[in-house]
């Protein structure tokens, strides 16, 4: 992030990388845009994170299909 605003705030970097610093209406349009895509993969972390509650657990086998551990230990 610092490498991004010294690119497009100091001049001989932001004439020498053709940039054009950004207006506070730019700024927020960023924000805007950015703003509920931060908050979605915070809530997706929190949910993967959990220990306990809510969680996505999909089992494709059934315990009762599997070889007895006996037979598969022989």
Do not use: Q
């Not at 054009?20 to 895509?37: M, N, R």
């Not at 315990?63 to 551990?69: A, C, N, S, V, Y």
């Amino acid at each position: 992030m610092l490498l991004h605003m010294l690119i497009l705030y100091v001049k001989p970097l932001s004439i020498l990388f053709s940039v054009t610093p950004l207006s506070w209406a730019d700024w927020t349009v960023v924000l805007y845009l950015s703003f509920p895509v931060i908050i979605i993969d915070e809530i997706l972390k929190f949910f993967s994170r959990k220990s306990h509650g809510l969680r996505f657990n999909f089992r494709l086998r059934r315990p009762d299909l599997l070889p007895k551990r006996e037979l598969r230990d022989k």
